[in-house]
């Protein structure tokens, strides 16, 4: 007779929990329970040990949800990359932009290396490190995002992930013309924005990633 009683009354419980939309609280709060029980926790403490398992759901689904709209070409986080293997890329210098302050200050990042040389995976880590603290970030190669956008400019509603985006990441690199295109300016006009970058460009390391950060102070390994 007991158990009956018990089960309906977890099963109204987790009932008015998915009316809640708490399925977090609807999945502990039995086990919780018989913990609270066995540990003689205070209806306070269980209280709060169901809240922090909700919170806790909430805040892996958002995590989840901002990489799966980030579009990443595939899942690749910084502790994953062997900087030993690439002593060019300063690895003091990732870790902290993975803290994700030049978001903040809109400052731009800039990738310079060969093929291969894990420009790619460095790019998806600092991606996932910003979903993780649940700013919205899109990925795209940049002549995807040259095509994707050409001829939408009207439609607005089709650009809104990429408006949205706290952090855009372009890989691959596209031509003067269609990304002059893209943002309805002159091949002259992004020229000449790039000037401040064309030293970094030119003294490119073949065998190994150079990490370009501008910063309000200029520019920064």
């Not at 086990?31 to 066995?38: Q, S, T």
């Not at 909430?58 to 994953?80: H, S, V």
């Not at 803290?99 to 040389?117: F, H, K, N, S």
């Amino acid at each position: 007779m007991k158990a009956a009683l018990e089960n309906l009354e977890q099963a109204a419980v987790e009932q008015q929990c998915r009316a809640l939309r708490l399925p977090a609280v609807a999945e502990q709060c039995a086990p919780l329970a018989d913990v609270a029980a066995k540990q003689r926790q205070t209806y306070m403490r269980y209280l709060e040990a169901l809240l922090a398992a909700e919170l806790e759901e909430r805040e892996r689904n958002t995590i989840a949800r901002r990489i799966k709209d980030a579009r990443l070409p595939r899942m690749k986080t910084l502790e994953e990359f062997d900087f030993s293997k690439a002593p060019q890329v300063p690895a003091t210098k990732m870790h902290e932009l993975a803290q994700g302050g030049y978001i903040e200050r809109a400052e731009p990042i800039i990738l310079i290396g060969d093929c291969g040389t894990g420009k790619t995976h460095l790019l998806t880590g600092l991606c996932v490190a910003a979903c993780r603290q649940k700013r919205r970030v899109r990925f795209a190669t940049a002549a995807a995002l040259v095509i994707e956008g050409a001829g939408r400019m009207e439609a607005s509603w089709e650009l809104k992930p990429y408006l949205e985006a706290m952090l855009m990441a372009a890989d691959r690199p596209v031509t003067l013309e269609a990304l002059a295109q893209f943002l309805d300016v002159t091949e002259q006009e992004i020229d000449a924005a790039l000037q401040e970058f064309e030293a970094d460009l030119l003294a490119a390391d073949a065998i190994g990633v150079q990490v370009r950060h501008r910063g309000r102070g200029g520019a920064s390994r």
